[in-house]
């Protein structure tokens, strides 16, 4: 059974849409992939958009969505980024806490930084799920 992933922030704009694309990028077909946002924005951030492509990551066709208690019913694993108390809480859900700068209103020199940290994470996520390309 392919293992589902729900990334959640506040906005669902920056921090979310980078980790959605690095796990897609990465785990290819071998993970369901979800991002969402409590107070989703209007647009992804034009930053992090720049700081994925530079990595050969195109995130620019994503939109923000509506965090919905229907995404997290169907995630396995749910990754709040700073959306504090807003996901809704599942029985049998895996919960983790990524706290991470925001990188809203920054430069693509300060959101890289992020960017790198958020691969780490992804990549070890990956190991954690035992899911390969």
């Known amino acids: 059974m392919t293992p589902s992933v729900l990334f959640v922030c506040v ?6 849409q980078m980790a959605a694309g690095w796990l ?6 071998g993970v369901e992939v979800r991002s969402a946002g409590s107070l ?6 034009p930053a992090a958009v720049e700081a994925m492509a530079e990595v050969g990551i195109d995130i620019s066709a994503q939109r923000p ?3 919905t208690t ?17 996901c809704p809480v599942f029985p049998g859900k895996r ?9 809203a209103g920054k430069g ?3 959101v890289r ?8 994470r992804v990549r070890a996520l990956l190991e954690e799920l035992a899911v390969s390309r």
Not at 11 to 16: C, K, L, W
Not at 40 to 45: S, W
Not at 95 to 103: F, I, K, S, V
Request: with cysteine; charged share 35%.
């Open 11 to 16: 906005h669902n704009a920056g921090r979310s």
């Open 24 to 29: 897609r990028h990465l785990a290819g077909d």
């Open 40 to 45: 989703p924005g209007d647009r992804v951030n």
């Open 65 to 67: 969505k509506v965090l």
């Open 70 to 86: 229907d995404a997290v019913e169907a995630s396995d694993v749910v990754i709040t980024m700073g959306c504090g108390d807003a």
């Open 95 to 103: 919960y983790l806490d990524w706290q991470l700068e925001d990188p």
């Open 108 to 110: 693509v020199e300060s």
């Open 113 to 120: 930084p992020i960017r790198d940290e958020i691969e780490r």
